[in-house]
């Protein structure tokens, strides 16, 4: 059963968005209902996706795999002897009704309308008389409620809890959810609060759902005790395990930390909420903290695609430059957290380098995790294949992260919903508001028309065939309200980009925010040309896997080589020629000049001379997009190919 | 209370060896009592601190963790409750009695004899009447025995336990330990054999106790039920795990694999064990399937130190050329394993070339593990620490696996008693003998007597600095029964080595066995000079960490920078000039020529041209030997230094 509120809030301006506007800028993001994304554009399509394929698919596992079940069996008393997958199972299906809401509210169903009550009831039906809610703590057999703040993952996901039901409210209205999350949200405050237990969740998230419940309900004891977690971690308030308290970020405070270390995917969640708050009390020491640790973190700890988080053993970033191609771990997870804390800081500083961020990560991590058909993921995004996956060579093993190969499923999931719940919100990243216009922060075929605080309208129609292209156009309507400007995000890597408005020549513009004043006045056309030729990228030697390498771009895109395409040789034996530039043999058909090597190895690879070269074949060899590699199945692949 | 048996077997030629005449070949190992070391020589300084220091650290250590408690836990009933400690820790007992065992035969103490009889005592105790014993398994409140084969390890304890039997029978006689054994080997084939249990150890270590106590006893059942365990893995007769069935070697049979794969301790135990039923069956077959897989696990996924396996998150060998120096596993047990196949396929073949991989192992991978004062020890053994071990910058984590530091203890101890156990047998390494005469495999300052078949003795006395110096003299006395072959090994690296009989001019010698006819005829000194000007080894472009660097060489040791060396710059920043050849600056003081950059990055790292060096200062930075990294405390260090 569930129940709807459609009660009038005093943020109802802010529907459909997840943040309120910025407090201290002059910038606020866009709700979802300003923007529409067409359907044939690069992004309209991973939308079509994600609702027709990757929704059902993780819903279908989810039960399949019994974490629906856990909630049924909840509500039935039969936990802890039912009680099917790992301790954080919760959070996935809390992730699943977040991606589905926030879908309904861009596309609205029927069927998807009764699937998400149908999952609101099951979850609501497993809540506690006390508002505490999770399937594998508390009952007779079970851990102890919050007995295991470590590695319980409990506040992570009622975190995740908060946020589905803000996607919930913010898309249908206030329904059992809002109150399932309400009572949770109060327990924790009780539990947790000045007087309460004094400690943290190992990983973060809890934190963000409270915050973003404080901006739906206006009630500030939620971003109180969000302010009181994030204060408290850093205090080693945490037990030292294995990995050390860096790896859940208990070992600085934050404003204190010079990097992100440990866990990337609690690095950057983390991050995201310490902007948040940020944001909301107008602390700039806060964020300016906070942009520093990500700064020395793109400088050091960052691989080229904008994938965080090296090592396999703790899922953790590595030290400064520690950064394999080949042992890549560069999480999705982590991906789809620095998309949303690079978001933040966009909202928070107004600086169009987050944009820049922004699209690398969505353009080279998190839509190189899905397959096309949206029903096998990479959990691991390597940088570098070197065998196919054989197990029976064991050259790769499995280790249920899909390596070499996207998986339906993983033992531990997180990566699919997350994926899905970026793809179903895509609209709200695409631009930003400010009080005299609007800017254009990702390319985007679609429409914008935001609400301005004089209570005008601001249109723009975008037409671009971005990535493939470098060409936008923003079509702006005449208006009766007058001019706005209209600001265009100029990545950094388009050097040489241009802007033309009707009938005027084009000019030169630097990288950030180009304006374009006055615009609505008339009907007009702006062009922004950017450059996609592709180019060549090298490392900073301290990256063993780019030293001696180049990696190649084009427009937010990396590209990499893989073996199908030099005719089953392999991508080790092939040394680029960086004299001659790339350049696109055709739609998409990134090209490099290159010898491939037939590759031998019968002795120690150690000698007092370098290795010759044998006797390479000269030929052009085509480049794949990254985030499109294994798709013609498994194959050897490198972005860091060799030079002379 | 202990009993001795002192029997005669038929096998009492062998006593002090842990192996037989090599049934195909000539060559036999030399028994301990053949061989002595010196007390000053280099050998004879880590040997001496394996009985002061190491095996009384290990002793307590095991006493405080409880582990030796859990033995007399199992037999006053109080098991399950009151064990500690990992599953495994049974065998690192049997281990520290292993070589506690073969040191009290190389050196015997009444104390340490006292020990060891103790140490039999308590464990004989814990010994269940049908011979089973395992303090972890088969109690009320514990797992069934052998319900969890995949991870538990009892038969892996079961073989170190028949190894420390072997070295307490050869070295003391048949005691109480033997006949533990004997009942425990007895119980392995009643329960494993043709009509038992058809399936085989997670950690393959069983097969090399059941062939070493079948040679000490002569029992053939024994043998035969190492090969039935041998034969059976590969045919997945293990569950499937999460790292594939290669992680314990259980996707291929053990004839038709091409590489080691999966655990590398597993890959190179088990190699060894299958050497070991080779040479016992005359079986040429499996001994040159080791042989090729061994061949190409050197040429592809062997790190220069002769360190295996790279992966931190199975412990295993990667993919081919998978070897980043920042990452490296290379686990000290696993250059054990590769020491003690080494050790075999050298018996098997009278091929020197494994004298060379024995040597380099010995020297960068086991001796780099303990401190000098043998209280401290690395398990992993990185070839680039990148970062100051800061747990409050979570640069490096712990993962109490000694990162940057050598730690005192483990709670996975395996690495310390097999550094030990190695120490305690050096002798058995330093030659072999053939029906002609005695070949020196290893160099070291002491002496060795062995016996021919003839029956006659080939005395050799060796006097080296050896590594430090590369001169060997071996003094041979005159005896009555003529001329005998002497050979000695000349590595691969000693281009351009000399030998000089008395009286006669140097001659230049290849690598490999260098045969010195008929000596004992009269009193010589031969003289063996190894060149050991240091050299620059420069790796396969494939192998991310040597592509655009060089490491440098000194006879069988490899060399790193580290940053004390260097005024407090970091080893990122050295850029060597490799015009200039290294140098010796004095004694050990290898030298090089190079640029220290001042290392700057504040920005994102990738560039579309390559980093151009600042303003480096040139200057002469010192090495140091690598198995004596991080002794003057933390230090950031490099094995493959950048070049320019």
């Known amino acids: 059963m569930s129940r709807s509120h459609e009660t009038t809030s005093p943020l109802d301006e802010l529907a459909h968005s997840r943040l309120p506007v910025a407090a201290r800028g002059s910038v606020r993001p866009l709700s979802m209902d300003e923007v ?10 991973w939308q079509a996706v994600n609702a027709a394929s990757i929704l059902p698919h993780c819903a279908s596992w989810m039960e399949s795999e ?4 856990n909630f049924r069996a909840a509500a039935e008393g039969t936990l802890p002897e039912t009680r099917r997958g790992r301790e954080f199972t919760d959070s996935d299906v809390y992730k699943l009704i977040e991606a589905m809401s926030w879908e309904n509210g861009r596309l609205p169903t029927p069927a998807l309308e009764a699937e998400i009550r149908q999952l609101i009831d099951i979850v609501g039906d497993a809540q506690e008389p006390d508002g505490y809610i999770n399937t594998n703590f508390g009952r007779p057999g079970q851990v102890a409620r919050y007995a295991d703040l470590e590695w319980g993952s409990e506040l992570y996901g009622d975190g995740h809890l908060l946020q589905a039901a803000v996607a919930r409210a913010r898309t249908s209205g206030r329904d059992r959810l809002f109150e399932i999350a309400t009572r949770l949200a109060d327990h924790i405050c009780d539990t947790f609060g000045p ?19 404080a901006r739906l309900t206006g009630v500030e004891r939620y971003r109180r005790q969000a302010e009181l977690f994030l204060e408290r971690r850093g205090h080693h308030v945490l037990e030292d395990i294995e990995f050390g308290r860096a790896y859940y970020q208990d070992d600085v405070p934050i404003r204190d930390a010079a990097v992100f270390r440990g866990h990337a995917v609690r690095a950057t969640y983390l991050a995201a909420a310490a902007v948040d708050v940020g944001i909301d009390r107008n602390d700039t020491s806060l964020v300016e903290a906070i942009r520093a640790q990500l700064n020395r973190t793109l400088a050091r700890r960052t691989y080229v695609t904008g994938g965080m988080g090296s090592r396999f053993r703790d899922e953790a970033f590595g030290a400064d430059f520690e950064l394999p191609a080949d042992g890549a771990y560069s999480e999705t997870c982590a991906g789809v957290g620095a998309f949303m804390l ?35 993921f990479f959990y691991v995004n390597t940088l570098h294949q070197r065998a196919i996956d054989d197990r029976s060579d064991g050259a790769q093993s499995s280790l249920q992260v899909g390596l070499g190969e996207r998986a339906p499923w993983f033992r531990v999931s997180c990566c699919p919903t997350n994926v899905s719940r970026t793809f179903a919100t895509l609209e709200a990243y695409v631009g ?10 990702l390319f985007a075929r679609g429409r914008i028309t935001a609400r301005l605080d004089d209570g005008s309208t601001a249109e723009a129609e975008i037409d671009t065939d971005y990535p493939h292209d470098g060409r936008i156009v923003v ?17 950094a890597w388009a050097q040489g980009a241009t802007i033309r408005r009707d009938g005027t020549a084009p000019i030169v513009v630097a990288p950030g925010w180009v304006d374009v004043d006055d615009v609505g006045i008339r ?42 395409d030099i005719a089953g040789a392999h991508v080790d034996g092939v040394i680029v020629d960086t004299a001659s530039p790339p350049w696109m043999a055709g739609t998409d058909e990134v090209t490099v000049s290159a010898h491939v090597e037939q590759l031998e190895s019968s002795s120690w690879p150690y000698a007092a001379r370098p290795a010759a070269a044998g006797s390479p074949v000269a030929r052009d060899v085509r480049l794949t997009p990254y985030n499109e590699w294994a798709r013609r199945g498994p194959s050897t692949m490198r972005v860091w190919m060799r030079t002379e």
Do not use: K
């Open 36 to 45: 529409s994304l067409s359907e044939d554009g690069y992004w309209g399509v």
């Open 66 to 69: 019994g974490w629906v079940d």
């Open 195 to 213: 007087e309460g237990i004094q400690s943290v969740c190992g990983h973060p998230e809890i934190e963000l759902g409270l915050i973003e419940f």
């Open 342 to 376: 690079a978001w933040r800081l966009l909202l928070a500083t107004d600086d169009a380098a987050y944009g820049d961020l922004m699209e690398r990560v969505l353009y080279n991590v998190i839509t190189a995790s899905p397959s096309p058909d949206g029903r096998a």
């Open 432 to 441: 930003v508001a400010d009080s005299r216009g609007l800017a254009v922060s």
């Open 475 to 491: 079509r702006v309507p005449a208006r009766d309200a007058g001019g706005w400007r209209l600001r265009l995000r100029v990545p």
């Open 523 to 564: 009907e007009e056309e702006i062009e922004l040309l950017l450059p996609l030729e592709p180019r060549f990228v090298f490392g900073d030697p301290r990256i063993d896997s780019a030293r001696g390498a180049v990696a190649v771009e084009r427009g937010p895109r990396v590209y990499c080589v893989e073996s199908p």
